[in-house]
């Protein structure tokens, strides 16, 4: 390797692990904030927090629509001129701003009586006006300047949470709550703006062009339905649970989500920081030495997960008891499917990247359509006549059908003997081992 070739390399790395640390605080944050409202809200209003956040987040496509992701490839191999590209994605995402107001607005005059629901929602799906200029994200990452982004988006996090902290301090409502979603999303956009403009970027000279807006809403659908899949799966149960059982359960099935979420904080940052070194042995088809080291990796996280899901199973419910509240237990039965759907889903967090890596990703959005449909279904026959425990038992079976099945098909096989592998090495304590040696080689 070239030493000018080797200092793009060394950038690319940067940038990617500044994109790393960035989710991985924000999310950390956005959890541990999480479970300090549940400890001051109780059950039943942390419910209906969740609640309302339901159909802003499921409205959010609207604003999102897979825009950054093309505005990323158009930016990279220059489809359009840069302000063309910059102010026709700022008009789409504040048009869609508005119509994340409109859609999540209407669906709870529909879904919900609660005064306080409708105000939570119109207030948080206000911020998304204020992110019609968020593919400044997209601008930092192709300069490679991924680490102004990190900053906005850590100190937007942070001060949403402080925003957050207060309030509970001030034992305030909480409808006031959501106002520190506007908080976050006018800290982001103002720090990116900040720094875009103090590396040469400005605004002025943003203009819509017609042949691009045509491109971009023609080339980012089926991004955005992808998405839509996604945010739909993860909440759509919280919608029908505060619809046929009750804000509390709500509340109490989002504690028990967001929890499960914070080990997978550290196991994503795991495998995306692999991701270089991954991809750097990766050809057009899985090298040996890319399968041994991508299942030393999975196994790794794998071994992690079910030393935390046993931890979790004896213990969990009276750390959360002790921590945020008793009016938060639920039964051991819905633990226990909730942590073996967390399992599940472990040795599989490499396969979205080797299907984009292969040109599939149809495939992607054919199964993640899929396990939509089925969850939906199971949702609506399971939580009206089992409440929370049904809401567990359609999670199971849709993250079974996605992570275990779905490995069975003629485009994802290829990913099955990793899966096995991953789950095998773990149960053998293969990670323990070959950590083991290292630290022995290096002692030595």
């Known amino acids: 390797m070239t030493s000018s070739s080797r200092s793009v390399f060394d950038r690319i790395f940067q940038n990617a692990s500044w994109l790393v640390i960035g989710s991985v ?15 001051y809200l109780g059950a039943e209003l942390y419910g209906k927090y969740a609640f309302a956040m339901a159909f802003v987040l499921i409205a959010s496509l609207f604003s999102t629509f897979g825009f950054d992701r093309v ?10 001129e840069e302000n063309e590209l910059m102010g026709t994605v700022a008009i789409l995402k504040l048009v869609g701003g508005v119509l994340v107001i409109l859609f999540s607005s209407v669906a ?26 968020s593919h400044l994200d997209v601008w930092f990452q192709k300069h490679l300047k991924s680490k102004y982004a990190t900053i906005a988006l850590t100190a937007a996090t942070l001060g949403s949470g402080l925003t957050k902290v207060l309030m509970i301090f001030l034992s305030m409502d909480v409808v006031y709550f959501s106002v520190a979603s506007v908080f976050e999303a006018a800290i982001f956009i103002g720090v990116m703006l900040y720094y875009f403009q103090k590396k040469g970027g400005t605004i002025q000279g943003w203009k819509v062009n017609g042949a691009c807006t045509k491109s971009i809403l023609y080339r980012s659908w089926p991004l955005a339905f992808s998405a839509l899949a996604g945010t739909i799966y993860t909440q759509f149960d ?3 649970l505060g619809q046929f059982d009750s804000v509390s359960a709500v509340g109490i099935y989002a504690l028990y989500v967001q929890v499960l979420r914070l080990p997978s904080v550290f196991f994503d940052a795991i495998v995306r920081s692999s991701s270089p070194i991954l991809l750097d042995s990766f050809s057009n088809r899985p090298s040996i030495e890319f399968e041994e080291q991508l299942v030393r990796v999975l196994s790794l996280i ?17 750390v959360i008891a002790y921590s945020i509240g008793e009016d938060f237990l639920t039964s051991l039965f819905v633990v226990g499917v909730l942590l073996v759907s967390f399992l599940l889903q472990i040795p ?40 929370i425990e049904g809401a567990a038992v359609a999670t199971l079976i849709t993250v079974f059908f ?8 003629t485009e994802t096989k290829f990913y099955l003997r990793f899966y096995l592998m991953s789950f095998r090495d773990a149960i053998l304590q293969r990670p323990v081992a070959y950590m083991y040696r290292q630290l022995v080689r290096k002692t030595s």
């Open 71 to 80: 505005t990323l490839q158009d930016l990279v191999q220059k489809h359009f």
């Open 25 to 39: 605080v924000a999310t950390a944050l956005g959890a541990i904030t999480s479970l300090l409202m549940a400890r």
């Open 348 to 387: 599989n967090s490499f396969r979205v990247e080797l299907l984009l890596l292969q040109g599939k990703e149809t495939v992607i959005f054919k199964l993640r359509l899929a396990s939509v449909l089925l969850n939906v279904i199971l949702n609506l026959y399971a939580i009206p006549r089992y409440g």
């Open 238 to 240: 919280r919608i029908m």
């Open 108 to 133: 709870a005059l529909l879904w919900s009586t609660d005064a306080e629901v409708k105000i939570i929602i119109l207030i948080a799906s206000s911020s998304y006006l204020l992110r019609s200029i």
């Open 402 to 409: 996605f992570e275990v099945v779905c490995n069975l098909l």
């Open 302 to 318: 794998t071994y992690l997960g079910i030393g935390f899901s046993i931890a979790f199973y004896l213990f969990g419910n009276q």
